[in-house]
């Protein structure tokens, strides 16, 4: 095994951005092709210098007057400047959020509560493209996938979880839901708007009130949400909205006034948050990384494969805690998947997140981009084989080449880390249960792959998996009916679905 032979050192940004793109041949060889900048037009959103907290229904400065600025990752120019909220802040959201529940929301009909969802779901849908827009800017993503992927499936889990709140009878048969009270939600910058959504849509439909803290690269869109409840008439405090810094989410988590703590982001702050909440009754799920393993048996359909590949672990730059970052190849192919993978990362494009013809946008921070660079360099210290494709990086923003690593073994860190970036890691396997003790050889369990012609192989794989999600010839296909969450360090609870609801209500047999 061994790095690369000419220069071991792992390129962060090149050659200037624009250049042509190119078309596989299918031998390794590319056609040049010249994509014409199809850029989103910007205009649809108003950014405003500086934005405030949410609190009570109302926009607020910091108690303080503390700001800090968002950056676009594409450009590194700063978007906006957010309140920071204080420990003071967070206690009058969550005196909001009591107070709401209490007065109004707790004890109002599921019927009406529903048609405050329902309200929420239209406008995010009538406001689609700015959201879309605004969420690339603040987060790097390409704009096919804010526009296609993001903001519908956020608007999809209002609808959805508007139709659970009249009928926690039927959810729960036999036994009476309650709301458990003030729920404290802190979510990360991968998926900024739709994570909002998965956490606030079934807590609402349940009857709970909410204080959010989005994560500090990323409070845009959930300050533009915020927006939407005004419009919506939503009860003042039923939803706060509190950007501020990590410090600032640990004095959420530990407030008294809250009774249920929601979190998705890394397992070292998730142990902080359970260690947090420990001693107390407030409810808690941790939905946190992964380091998915995605199986490709001999029978797979191997061009269905590599796209099931590409968009497993190069969405969203690989910045998605299901990712299917690590590889595992059955050996007799793995020379022709590993070809016709090399071939498709040729015409995958990296650049403005705003172009539409753009596959794999800007990384979420320059601390991110860090983190990256160094595992990846790792990677070729411990003598994986580092192939990336010829592609041009603009000269400006945090961005990095989609690579791919052969020769790697399971003791190398990029084998066993979430790189949370667009690294994909390739192992091989020659039976079932070789797959099946290196997909579960992980301290995470969140999410699993499995490509082959045969169910059964399909259904014996997926009772083998230690792994809450598992997608059969497909990858990253998430639903707003379908639960979602880890075992393991990946984490404990489940969010969507039915079983979403589960976590903020209290049964009481009937
Ligand atoms: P974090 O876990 O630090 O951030 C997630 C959220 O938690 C953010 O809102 C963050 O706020 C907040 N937070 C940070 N510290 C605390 C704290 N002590 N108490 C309460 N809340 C806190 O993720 P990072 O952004 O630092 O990313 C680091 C790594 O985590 C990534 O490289 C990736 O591997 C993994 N990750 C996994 C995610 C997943 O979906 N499973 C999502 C994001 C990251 P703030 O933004 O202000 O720091």
């Not at 990752?73 to 005196?95: G, M, N, S, Y």
């Not at 659970?164 to 009476?176: C, H, I, M, S, V």
């Not at 142990?271 to 420990?278: D, E, T, W």
């Not at 990858?475 to 679905?497: I, M």
């Amino acid at each position: 095994m061994h790095g690369m032979s000419t220069d071991a050192r792992v390129p962060v940004a090149a050659s200037p951005a624009g250049a042509a793109s190119s078309w596989g041949l299918g031998d390794g060889q590319a056609i040049p092709w010249e994509y014409a900048p199809a850029p989103e037009a910007r205009d649809i959103v108003t950014l405003k210098e500086r934005y405030g907290l949410f609190i009570g229904g109302r926009e607020v400065q910091a108690s303080d007057g503390g700001t800090f600025a968002t950056v676009d990752p594409a450009t590194e120019q700063v978007l906006a400047h957010v309140a920071k909220a204080t420990p003071q802040d967070i206690d009058k959201a969550v005196r909001a959020a009591r107070r709401a529940g209490a007065r109004s929301w707790g004890s109002l009909p599921g019927r009406e509560r529903a048609k405050y969802l329902f309200r929420i779901a239209r406008i995010m849908q009538e406001r689609a493209r700015e959201f879309a827009v605004l969420e690339s800017m603040d987060s790097g993503k390409p704009i096919k996938e804010s526009r296609d992927v993001d903001v519908p499936l956020a608007a999809a889990h209002f609808w959805y979880y508007a139709g659970w709140a009249d009928k926690l009878e039927y959810a729960f048969p036999g036994r009476t839901a309650h709301p458990l009270g003030v729920a404290a939600q802190i979510i990360p910058w991968n998926f900024p708007l739709l994570m909002l959504a998965w956490k606030i849509a079934p807590a609402l439909a349940a009857g709970n009130t909410v204080v959010l803290k989005p994560a500090s690269t990323t409070p845009l869109t959930a300050l533009l949400f915020a927006d939407v409840c005004q419009q919506a008439d939503l009860p003042p405090g039923v939803v706060n909205i509190v950007p501020g810094p990590g410090a600032v989410g640990m004095s959420l988590v530990t407030h008294r006034g809250v009774d249920k703590v929601a979190f998705t982001g890394s397992t070292e702050i998730g142990r902080l948050i359970a260690k947090g909440v420990a001693g107390t009754d407030k409810g808690l799920t941790l939905e946190l990384g992964g380091k998915a393993a995605n199986i490709v048996f001999d029978d797979a359909p191997l061009d269905q494969a590599v796209e099931g590949i590409v968009n497993g672990i190069y969405f969203n730059q690989g910045e998605v805690c299901c990712a299917g970052s690590r590889l595992l190849v059955q050996e007799s192919i793995a020379d022709t998947l590993i070809d016709k993978l090399k071939d498709r990362l040729s015409t995958i494009r990296v650049g403005d997140p705003l172009d539409k013809n753009t596959d794999v946008g800007a990384i979420n921070s320059k601390a991110q981009l860090e983190k990256i660079t160094e595992l990846v360099q790792s990677g070729v210290d411990e003598g994986a084989e580092l192939y990336q494709p010829a592609c041009d990086l603009p000269e400006r923003g945090y961005f990095f080449r989609p690579t791919l690593f052969t020769n790697v073994a399971q003791s190398h860190r990029i084998a066993r880390e979430e790189i949370f970036g667009p690294v994909l890691s390739v192992l091989t396997f020659r039976t079932p249960d070789e797959a099946i003790e290196k997909a579960n050889n992980t301290a995470y369990g969140l999410s699993a792959g499995i490509w082959t012609d045969k169910g059964s192989r399909i259904l014996h794989m997926v009772s083998k998996m230690r792994a809450g999600v598992v997608w059969a010839n497909t990858f990253n296909r998430f639903d707003p009916t379908s639960p979602f969450g880890g075992y393991k360090e990946s984490g404990f609870g489940r969010e969507g679905g039915m079983h979403g609801l589960y976590a903020y209500v209290r049964l009481e047999d009937r």
